[in-house]
């Protein structure tokens, strides 16, 4: 039996994630999810990332969008607006539902990996998602007009500013998520899903000691990269890079993870760095625009690792 | 010119305001609203009778449902139910963003005053209504039951428990709104709006200085009943007095206001009253079902203060 840890962000990562989870039985598979992306807005604390997991698992998440739920109305927003409330983050009606059940579970006094584990089962979820911490860490990108909190960099400033780098705030006193520690140490391979390595996967491995772990398991680390054709898919994955002096090619993603990897997923788009990267590649096709494209994924993915631990 | 201060509580008290607001400038009347009522849901500071008011005064209010706003959606609260949340509390989607609104203004720090004149004036109220005070005053209903804070008797219980008596938690602490006590000091009338003498006229009455200062004032103070021909016509007023042991009648209210009151307005149905009460009445159509009913009481009303004012 396969026993896989997903470290994933949001809307790339879930894209993934759906594929896996309809490969793997809940107990083959562990969603480790970011939540640096967390935030307070409006009194409700909300988590962008598990969010956009639980409604791509639930089956709930809005094709036209790309993000938020399915069937959304906006009568909320529209009011809160009129009454000159902020309206720079778009909470649908629906959605609104899930923020205000997390708020007012975290205040009766839940951990948020209980609050996730509640919510996911009252959506039918059967797999495991988990938020990567139960304490706070917050995504803080310094840009060329200051620093800022991650979704007033990524929603209301529209990923505008000029990034200069990334800080993860409280990880250093934040503990991975025990079930994440626990589930590697019978897991049988790391998958990094197709998310944005700055600041969707570097704050799960800057959880003190998750890092570690994973390169004591012994296990295959596979990442599959994010950028296609020196583009990024979906976020401002290859404009971050740009601004940060780094080509935005597949073979920097791998590089960014560096000795952490055994093995890299590229696009048929990228077969040229196929025997030119230092680790282990398979090349095939990422770009998940069907749900057929994500589970054909899932699957490569699922090959490569069981050719890694094989060759291992 | 007129200045009244009208006392009001929700839905009863807020047709007459509507009627007030109709004939009245707004320099020529002041409505002080019960915040007995308020309480936190969800993490939503919510003052029902203050909302009640903006939602008539703005015609905004739901006809339909004789609460809440007007083309209400309920989608945030049927997906709140699908994830297990509470949902004994009916918030529409629209409704819900004043809540949001009121809630973010006073973690900002804004006072209660502060955020109302906002929120009204978002909304295009001329006329000004205040809460009755700044600090925190909560109504417990004390019931065969047991105590329970007013929301969760009057709408979780639907009114059912026995009453026993009533308790303004914090009303001994509590500073009468400022802008009430100087409106005093210029006003030519109070008038009482037909709300429950009980829950939603009493905590203002409990308010440190309040009462001495519309005694001390020397202005005619009318009250409008709430029971006519013995039943309530909105609520559980009539309920409340049978089960408190007391005659539900016109008589009874005006008995329960005591020396306070200097006029008393009852409707045709008890006519008969019209003598043999200690405190002058008047005899008009206190039934306000359509807007021309609201508009006419107040007009009752004004011409009962303007009598009484040259009387005395």
Redesign the interface.
């Known amino acids: 039996m396969r026993r896989i840890l997903a470290l994933t962000g949001g809307v790339g990562g879930a894209k993934l994630a759906l594929g896996l989870a309809h490969r793997l039985a809940p107990e083959e598979v562990l969603f480790a999810v970011n939540t640096g992306d967390d935030f307070t807005h409006?009194?409700?604390e909300i988590c962008p990332d598990l969010d956009t997991l639980t409604y791509t698992l639930s089956g709930l998440s809005n094709p036209e969008l790309g993000w938020g739920?399915v069937d959304?109305?906006w009568?909320?927003?529209?009011?809160?607006g009129?009454?000159?409330?902020?309206t720079w983050f778009r909470l649908g009606?629906?959605?609104?539902?899930?923020h205000?059940?997390r708020?007012?579970l975290l205040?009766a006094g839940a951990s948020r990996t209980a609050v996730t584990e509640?919510?996911t089962q009252?959506?039918g979820i059967r797999h495991r998602l988990v938020p990567m911490s139960d304490d706070p860490v917050r995504t803080i990108v310094h840009t060329a007009d200051g620093a800022m909190a991650f979704q007033h960099y990524f929603v209301r400033e529209r990923c505008a500013p000029v990034v200069t780098g990334f800080e993860f705030a409280g990880a250093e006193q934040a503990r991975p998520n025990p079930v994440i520690m626990a589930w590697l140490t019978t897991a049988s391979a790391v998958v990094i899903c197709p998310s944005n390595p700055f600041v969707s996967v570097d704050p799960l491995l800057a959880l003190p000691g998750l890092k570690a772990a994973i390169r004591a398991s012994g296990i295959p680390v596979v990442a599959v990269s994010p950028i296609v054709g020196g583009q990024a898919l979906k976020g401002p994955t290859a404009k971050m890079m740009q601004e940060l002096g780094v080509p935005s090619s597949a073979a920097e993603v791998a590089a960014h993870y560096d000795d952490l990897l055994t093995g890299f997923v590229l696009d048929h788009a990228d077969a040229a760095l196929h025997e030119r990267l230092p680790v282990a590649t398979t090349v095939t096709g990422t770009v998940m625009l069907s749900f057929a494209d994500r589970v054909s994924l899932a699957d490569s993915v699922l090959d490569f690792v069981d050719h890694l631990s094989a060759a291992g």
């Not at 009129?82 to 902020?86: E, I, M, S, T, V």
């Open positions: 409006l009194g409700f739920r959304e109305t009568n909320f927003l529209d009011a809160l009129a009454l000159g409330g902020d009606d629906r959605d609104l539902a899930l205000a059940r708020t007012a205040a509640t919510i009252a959506l």
